[in-house]
């Protein structure tokens, strides 16, 4: 069975430094997707940045990077310089095999709050 | 391009009333739909998926059931909902040349 944990229930940080979300998944299939997602107040779900499990770079957009390392099984996201707009709810989710019945399941969450 | 709609965005229903939410996807075919629930504070719980009309598969036994009557539209219902079926309900589809999942607005429920 798929399983996301997310170790950090909350996180305090000062604006401009870096931050680091955990995340560690377990999966018995060898090919799927690991996803990062920003909840703010709204309670809207933005997308931030995909890892595919075969992908050799760690992916990057902007601001979010992911630290993937696949052995150990964790898909950290680092947001780089962070801001006051960074405050929200942070989401890891991961699907299986990109196949007609993959589902997508999500972490615990962490709470992150940047202080100014 | 692709939109997702999600009706209505807050409820307030009494316990043992029934329930029906709406989720709609425009602007593709045959995407995979999804029901989560979030309670206050927490993480998004998978409720149900389809992959296509008629076929749900569900996550969690519960007072819930989803249907799918057309290739973009996901319904959740409940006969007789109860307290604990209150929280955030976020509608979702993924498919197409993306991987990820895509989110509605929400709709916020609370059972009285």
């Known amino acids: ?116 | 391009s692709q939109t997702i709609h999600q009706w209505p965005a807050t409820l307030v229903q009494p316990v043992g009333s029934p329930l029906s939410l709406e989720c709609t996807v425009e602007g593709t075919s045959n995407p995979n739909l999804y029901w989560y629930r979030q309670a206050a504070g927490r993480g998004l719980q998978l409720l149900f998926y389809s992959v296509g009309i008629g076929q749900i598969s569900s996550e969690v036994p519960q007072n819930l059931s989803a249907s799918r009557p057309q290739d973009r539209q996901f319904i959740l219902s409940s006969k007789k909902l109860l307290l604990s079926d209150s929280g955030f309900y976020l509608c979702a589809w993924s498919g197409g040349r993306r991987t990820e999942a895509f989110f509605g607005q929400g709709t916020r429920l609370t059972v009285v």
Request: charged share 20%.
């Open chain 1, 1 to 116: 069975a798929q399983k996301i944990t997310q170790t950090q229930p909350g996180m305090f940080v000062q604006e401009k430094e870096a931050v680091t979300l955990d995340c560690t998944y377990d999966t018995s299939d060898q090919s799927y997707g690991l996803f990062w997602y920003k909840q703010p107040s709204s309670g809207e779900m933005i997308f931030l940045i995909y890892q595919g499990s075969y992908d050799e770079q760690n992916a990057t957009e902007g601001r979010y990077s992911l630290n993937f390392q696949k052995a150990r099984k964790s898909a950290n996201l680092v947001i780089s310089a962070s801001q006051l707009g960074d405050s929200a709810m942070y989401f890891c989710a991961m699907r299986g095999p990109y196949s007609s019945a993959s589902k997508i399941i999500f972490g615990s969450g962490t709470r992150l709050s940047i202080r100014p």
